[in-house]
DNA sequence: TCCTCTTTGTGAGCACTGCTCTTGACTTGA
DNA sequence: TCAAGTCAAGAGCAGTGCTCACAAAGAGGA
C-alpha cells in the first residue's frame, strides 16, 4: 500500500518477526507442543498477554509457522531443481525427490508441523493451500515439459476407474496442462510415495528394516520414475 | 504367575484397565495432545496424584496406548486378511492394504497417535516393536506364500545398490524366509505406500485432487501389487 | 490373632500453561 | 492540540503434569 509505512507498522512488523523467529526456535529446539506463548514472550522480555496483539491465539502462531515451513520446502525444492538443465526430466524429478527429504532431515520439526498429525480440532485454514501446493506444482511443470517435449512413455498400468480419472483430469488442469490423466494418476503414486518414505524415515519406522534408507529412497525414486514413465537417460 | 490373585493385584488390574479405557476414550474424542491425567481422575472419581501409581507418567499412559493400538490394527488385518484363501496372494494383499485404511478411518485419532508425528522428545520404548510389526508380518506370510507357490512374477525393477541388497536380505530372514530380496525391495516401497496414502488422505493432504481417495486407493494398490509381482488372478 | 511391611488413595502444593480483562500510557492523523 | 486508536502491563482464571507427606487398608509371617 504504503512504502512509508509508520513507525508504528514498522515496530508491528518487526516484533511480528521476532515473535515468529523465536516461536520458530522453539519448535525446532523442542517440538511444536512444547511451543509457549509465555516463554516467547519472557525471551523476548515482554508481558505475556502482549503476544496477543499479535497473534490471537496459540494456533495462528502455529499456522504462521506452517505457512512459513511450506514456503521454506517450496523455496528448497525449486531451487535444487533448478539447477538442472530443464530437458533432463528424470533427473529433475530425482533433485525434486532429494529435495524434499534433504529439507525434511534438516528441519525435522518443521516438517512434523506440516507433515505429521495435525494438531487436534485444527483445520488447515485456506492461507495454508497455496504455499502448501508448491511442491506439487513442480512436479507437475517438470511432467508438463517432458510431455511437450514428447520424452514421456506410455505408462504401464490398469486402467483409471472413472473417479479417479475425472481427478486426474482435474489435478492435470491445475497442474500440468495437456499431459494425460493415466501420467497424473501414476504421479499421485510417486508423489504419496515420496512422503511416505520421509515419513516412515523420519518418525523411525524405518528402523529395523531400510535404515538408513538413502539407497532405498534413491531405489524408490527411480521406480516412482518408470511408473510415470519418465526417460531413461 | 498365580492363578488366584489376590484382591489387591485384581483391583490394580481392574483400575489399571478403567483408567486405559476412559483415557482412549478422551483420545478418540479430543486428539492425543488433549489427553489429561486431571480428567481421567475427575472422571473416575479419584484423586488425580492416585493415577501416578499406575502410570508413571503421561507418556507412559501414551505408550499403553500406542501398544494397545498396534494390537488393534495388527489384529484387524489379520482377521480380514485370514478371510481370504490362503492361494489368492493378490486379493491377499488387497485386503490387507483395505483393512488398514478401514481401520485408519475409523480410528483416525488412534492412527495419527501410532503413524502421526510422534510427541516430541518421545523415544519409542522397546515393548511396541513388536506389535509394530505385526502388518509388516502379515505383508511377509502372504510373500512367502506367493513365492513358495511359485507365483510371483520376476520384478520389474533396477538392480539394488549393495547397501539396500544387504538390508531387503536382512528383511527377508526376519519376514519372508526364501523370498529373493529383490521382492522384499519392491514389498518396502508399497509398505511405505500404504501408510504415504492412508496418512495423507487422513491428514487432508489429498483435498483438492486425490479426494475421495477410494479409487485412487485401489488404483496404487493394483499398481504395488504388480510392482511386487503378484499374480495377476 | 496380632503386628509389622507394603501398597494404595488423599490433598496440598509447585511451577507451568493459554487466555481474558482492566488500566494506564503512548502514537497518530485530523 | 486533542480525540481516537493502539499498545504493553499486570492481575487473575482455569487448567495442566507431577511431587510429597500422610493416612488408611490389605498381606503375610510369628
Same mark, same amino acid.
Do not use: C, K
Given at each position: 500500500m504504503n512504502a512509508i509505512r509508520t513507525a508504528r507498522q514498522r515496530a508491528r512488523d518487526e516484533l511480528t518477526r521476532e515473535i515468529k523467529a523465536e516461536a520458530r526456535r522453539q519448535v525446532v529446539a523442542e517440538g511444536p507442543q512444547r511451543l509457549s506463548l509465555r516463554s516467547i514472550s519472557r525471551e523476548l522480555g515482554m508481558a505475556s498477554s502482549a503476544i496477543y496483539r499479535y497473534f490471537p491465539s496459540r494456533d495462528h502462531l502455529l499456522t504462521a509457522l506452517?505457512?512459513?515451513?511450506?514456503?521454506? +520446502?517450496?523455496? @528448497?525444492?525449486?531451487?535444487?531443481?533448478s539447477h538442472v538443465p530443464r530437458e533432463y526430466i528424470r533427473a529433475r524429478w530425482q533433485a525434486l525427490c532429494t529435495g524434499v527429504r534433504t529439507w525434511a532431515r #534438516?528441519?525435522? #520439526?518443521?516438517?512434523?508441523l506440516i507433515y505429521g498429525s495435525p494438531v487436534p480440532g485444527y483445520r488447515a485454514p485456506e492461507e495454508t493451500i497455496a504455499p502448501a501446493s508448491r511442491v506439487a506444482m513442480a512436479l507437475g511443470r517438470l511432467l508438463a515439459d517432458g510431455w511437450a517435449a514428447g520424452e %514421456?512413455?506410455?505408462? #504401464?498400468?490398469?486402467? %483409471?476407474?472413472?473417479?479417479l480419472a475425472e481427478q486426474a483430469e482435474h489435478v492435470a488442469t491445475v497442474i500440468a496442462p495437456g499431459v494425460p490423466r493415466e501420467v497424473l494418476a #501414476?504421479? +499421485?503414486?510417486?508423489?504419496?510415495? +515420496?512422503?511416505?518414505?520421509?515419513?516412515?524415515?523420519l518418525f523411525g519406522h524405518l528402523v529395523g528394516s531400510a535404515d538408513p534408507a538413502?539407497?532405498?529412497?534413491?531405489? @524408490?525414486v527411480d521406480c516412482m520414475a518408470? %511408473?510415470?514413465?519418465l526417460p531413461a537417460e
Open positions: 506452517i505457512i512459513d515451513a511450506y514456503d521454506s +520446502l517450496g523455496a @528448497a525444492v525449486e531451487d535444487v531443481e #534438516q528441519r525435522s #520439526q518443521e516438517y512434523a %514421456l512413455r506410455p505408462v #504401464q498400468a490398469p486402467p %483409471l476407474r472413472p473417479g #501414476q504421479a +499421485l503414486i510417486a508423489w504419496t510415495q +515420496l512422503f511416505g518414505m520421509v515419513n516412515f524415515e538413502d539407497e532405498f529412497f534413491d531405489h @524408490a518408470d %511408473l510415470m514413465g
